[in-house]
Structure formats: C-alpha cells, structure tokens
C-alpha cells in the first residue's frame, strides 16, 4: 500500500469512528427517554398510557360541569380522542420545525399549528412570536362570479323577452290576417 492508500483509510476509519459515536450518544439519549417516560408512567399509575388520566378527565368534568359523570365507555373514548389530538399535534408541530430547520419543536411551532389548523388562540402566546398573515381573499372571485352570474341571467331574460315580443307580433299577425279573411 502507498502512503496515499494509508492516509484515506485513516481518514475513512477517523469517520467511522466518529459515526460511531455519534450512534452511541444517540442510543445513550433515547435509552434516557425511555427511562424517564417510563418513570412518568410510573408515577401516574395504570392509564393505559394516555395523554390524560381518568382521575384528571373527571376533576375537568367537575371543575366545568358540577354534578354530572361520565360514563366508563364515554371516558375511554374522550381519552383516545385527547391522544389522538395531541398526536397530530406533536407531528404537525415537528413538521413545522423541520420546515424552520430546527430539530427541536418550540412553542412557536405548536402555536402556529393551533392556530392554523385548529382556529385556537391561547392567551398569553399568541402575537408576537406567530406573524399573522392575512386570509386569502376568496371575496374577488366570488365577486366575479356573481358578476357573470348577473350578465347571464340578464342575457337569458333578454332573450326570452325578445322571443315573447316575437311571439306576441306573430299572433297579432295571425288575428289580424284572420280578420281580414272574415270581413
């Protein structure tokens, strides 16, 4: 082998190695997620691994409508409900960073998508940090369209007008003809 040999096979091992460890240190955080989101689900007990508890749904039930409970099928639903929810959430807010160029997801993200998608402003978040860009104007086109409505309906109702006073000219030249045949 000659030097130049030797020098790209240190090269492509130096990258290899840093792969490496790039995969290691990737491996070491999602096992540290893992770990964390394990305890969470530990400490909130057997929820079937929702976004919400039940215990939490009812005290919302409480706080908003005193007095009424929820059935146990209703419950079950509402929580698929409130995961899919925060699913579609979650990735439509991931999308929007990526699209940013960002591998984190920010509050701006989740705003925009809440607000966008969903018409939901929360207090406190809203504004400065989201640019609000006008509503697509659809008022012209339909403008037009009714605009060409109008004209055509006017034409149609020239044209029947015209056939009408044709028809009516026909028939007094007809009685008229008729007349003269009898007098």
Same mark, same amino acid.
């Given at each position: 082998?000659?030097?130049?040999?030797?020098?790209?096979? /240190?090269?492509? %091992? *130096? $990258? =290899?190695?840093?792969?490496?460890?790039? !995969?290691?240190? #990737?491996? /070491?955080?999602? %096992? *540290? $997620? =893992?770990?964390?989101?394990?305890?969470? !689900?530990?400490? #909130?007990?057997?929820?079937?691994?929702? $976004?919400?508890?039940?215990?939490?749904?009812?005290?919302?039930?409480?706080?908003?409508?005193?007095?009424?409970?929820?059935?146990?099928?209703?419950?079950?639903?509402?929580?698929?409900?409130?995961?899919?929810?925060?699913?579609?959430?979650?990735?439509?807010?991931?999308?929007?960073?990526?699209?940013?160029?960002?591998?984190?997801?920010?509050?701006?993200?989740?705003?925009?998508?809440?607000?966008?998608?969903?018409?939901?402003?929360?207090?406190?978040?809203?504004?400065?940090?989201?640019?609000?860009?006008?509503?697509?104007?659809?008022?012209?086109?339909?403008?037009?369209?009714?605009?060409?409505?109008?004209?055509?309906?006017?034409?149609?109702?020239?044209?029947?007008?015209?056939?009408?006073?044709?028809?009516?000219?026909?028939?007094?030249?007809?009685?008229?003809?008729?007349?003269?045949?009898?007098?």
């Amino acid at each position: 082998m000659s030097g130049r040999q030797k020098k790209q096979t /240190v090269e492509e %091992q *130096q $990258a =290899a190695l840093k792969q490496r460890e790039a !995969a290691q240190a #990737r491996l /070491v955080a999602a %096992q *540290q $997620a =893992a770990a964390a989101a394990a305890a969470v !689900a530990g400490k #909130r007990g057997d929820d079937g691994g929702h $976004a919400l508890t039940k215990d939490e749904l009812q005290d919302m039930l409480k706080e908003f409508a005193p007095g009424l409970e929820f059935d146990s099928a209703v419950e079950d639903v509402l929580l698929e409900i409130v995961d899919d929810f925060v699913d579609t959430v979650l990735d439509h807010s991931l999308m929007l960073a990526k699209h940013r160029g960002s591998e984190e997801i920010e509050p701006k993200d989740v705003l925009m998508h809440l607000e966008r998608q969903w018409d939901m402003y929360i207090p406190g978040y809203s504004g400065e940090e989201v640019r609000q860009y006008p509503q697509k104007r659809m008022d012209l086109h339909a403008n037009r369209m009714a605009a060409v409505r109008r004209s055509v309906a006017a034409a149609t109702a020239a044209q029947n007008e015209a056939k009408k006073q044709v028809k009516l000219a026909a028939e007094r030249a007809a009685k008229k003809g008729g007349d003269a045949e009898g007098a």
